[in-house]
Nanobody, 124 residues
Framework: QVLLVESGGGLVQAGGSLTLSCAAS????????MGWFRQAPGKEREFVAS????????LYADSVKGRFTVSRDNDKNTVQLQMNILKPEDTAVYYC?????????????????WGQGTQVTVSS
């Protein structure tokens, strides 16, 4: 079992920045690829970004490429999502997830574990 707890969400104006963090506990963190997903009201959950076990591979949804950066610290068992140039359409609940590989985690069906989510609201 892996327990994932997100933090760092909040309200920000368009063009601003936020950093989400996810703390993991339980099984060996470095055994898992990690991903970020989001779900806006009335929409399906979607992939945002993922990172491989060592951090050597990062993948992004086209909608966030160039604005968001995913990173991890295997010594601290944490994964971060730095979000810059935020847009109102980035408003959603953001979820941290653990799975096999960064590539697998581009699919919403693939994670083995999910966090509870943190709300991000971007005002125009």
């Amino acid at each position: 079992q892996v327990l994932l707890v997100e933090s760092g969400g909040g309200l920000v104006q368009a063009g601003g920045s936020l950093t989400l963090s996810c703390a993991a506990s339980g099984r060996t963190f470095s055994n898992y690829g990690m991903g970020w997903f989001r779900q806006a009201p009335g929409k399906e959950r979607e992939f945002v970004a993922s990172i491989s076990r060592t951090g050597g591979i990062t993948l992004y949804a086209d909608s966030v490429k160039g604005r968001f950066t995913v990173s991890r610290d295997n010594d601290k068992n944490t994964v971060q999502l730095q979000m810059n140039i935020l847009k109102p359409e980035d408003t959603a609940v953001y979820y941290c997830a653990a799975g096999r590989t960064a590539r697998d985690l581009t699919n919403t069906w693939s994670p083995n574990y999910w966090g509870q989510g943190t709300q991000v609201t971007v005002s125009s």
